[in-house]
């Protein structure tokens, strides 16, 4: 039943490729179908803190990713490091307790229900894939065991293309994906400099800064890397 199952599915992702070369947009477009969601994120966690979105369905998915990049908490952060988390509705007090700036932003952005799935490489989480829900309600068993097989896919898609050592960031894959927040990191680097304190930290301080200024994360590091803002160690 589970080759059959593979197969299946398998044949829906090759049948949204239309005979071109297989990507992770074919096979979100059929886990989209399969659990009947409206969207799908996946990101790339590198260097064990530096998320990457490598691929988005839609602007809310987008929009979705970074903010969990910007707030640095929700189902895709506990996701990464503890395994799956399936949230039927976000405005659930359990939710809302969880992630008390997160949630209610995502509910806010217009989603009602977030499944995160890990990406892994053996023990090692390498990525997650988001799917995303405008209104509540679970995913049923045949849905979920057929996002866990797509889920697989996705992994071995991001494989091939070069993201095969978890510990190393890989040049072919990052130029070949358009990663999203470049910028980020590079500002990250410069406010180790600037502030002497960890890359962990200076992520922390990047964040908290676009928080209270009610900004994209991606934005303050390009205003950094341009220098039109220069950190103190108080502006957050």
């Not at 659930?92 to 307790?97: D, K, L, R, S, Y």
């Not at 806010?108 to 977030?114: D, S």
Request: glycine share 8%; hydrophobic share 45%.
């Amino acid at each position: 039943m589970k080759d059959d199952r593979r197969l299946r599915l398998w044949q829906q992702v090759v049948a949204h490729a239309a005979d071109g070369p297989v990507t992770l947009a074919h096979v979100s477009a059929a886990m989209i179908s399969s659990a009947r969601v409206d969207s799908v994120g996946v990101t790339a966690v590198m260097k064990g803190t530096q998320r990457e979105t490598v691929h988005a369905s839609s602007q809310l998915a987008m929009d979705l990713e970074e903010l969990t990049v910007t707030l640095g908490e929700g189902p895709g952060v506990d996701c990464y490091l503890d395994g799956p988390s399936l949230s039927s509705d976000l405005t659930a007090e359990a939710c809302q307790v969880r992630w008390p700036v997160y949630a209610p932003a995502a509910v806010t952005a217009g989603v009602a229900a977030l499944f995160a799935l890990p990406l892994r490489v053996g023990g090692v989480s390498v990525g997650v894939v988001s799917l995303y829900r405008t209104e509540p309600g679970p995913l049923g068993r045949d849905q979920l065991a057929d996002v866990l097989v797509l889920t697989d896919t996705a992994l071995a898609l991001l494989l091939d293309q070069g993201l095969s050592d978890p510990s190393q960031q890989h040049d072919g894959w990052r130029e070949s994906s358009g990663l999203q927040h470049s910028e980020v990191h590079q500002a990250t680097g410069m406010l180790t400099v600037q502030l002497g304190v960890s890359a962990a930290e200076a992520l922390v301080r990047l964040r908290a800064y676009a928080f209270a200024h009610d900004r994209r994360l991606s934005d303050v590091g390009k205003d950094v890397v341009a220098r039109r803002l220069r950190f103190n160690g108080s502006e957050a």
